[in-house]
Nanobody, 119 residues
């Protein structure tokens, strides 16, 4: 089991910045991947950024160059730095980690944190 606790959501104006944090109860080095998703009410959850221990970093096209995913292995924390925010970034953001154990793949989710971008 992995518990994830998110923080850092809130409100920002267009062009502003926010940083999301996600603290893992397990060592990040023991996990296969760490990801951030977002979801708008009535729509499917979509992946925003992904950090895989083997395979590197990926971003959703619309956030590339504005968002940065990073990790602190000492603090077991995953970050999502969001710059130059746009109204379309408004959503609930979820932290997600993947744990590949033998033939089984397990996913764990944070509770979600609201990000609202408006003027």
């Amino acid at each position: 089991q992995v518990q994830l606790v998110e923080s850092g959501g809130g409100s920002a104006q267009p062009g502003g910045s926010l940083r999301l944090s996600c603290v893992s109860s397990r060592s990040l080095a023991s996990l296969t991947a760490m990801r951030w998703f977002r979801q708008v009410a009535g729509k499917s959850r979509e992946m925003v950024a992904s950090f895989r221990n083997i395979g590197g970093i990926e971003y959703k096209e619309s956030v590339r160059g504005r968002f940065t995913i990073s990790r602190d292995n000492i603090k077991n924390t995953i970050y999502l730095q969001m710059n130059n925010l746009e109204a379309e970034d408004t959503a609930v953001y979820f932290c997600n980690v993947v744990d590949w154990v033998g033939r089984n793949v397990y996913e764990y989710w944070g509770q979600g944190t609201q990000v609202t971008v408006s003027s």
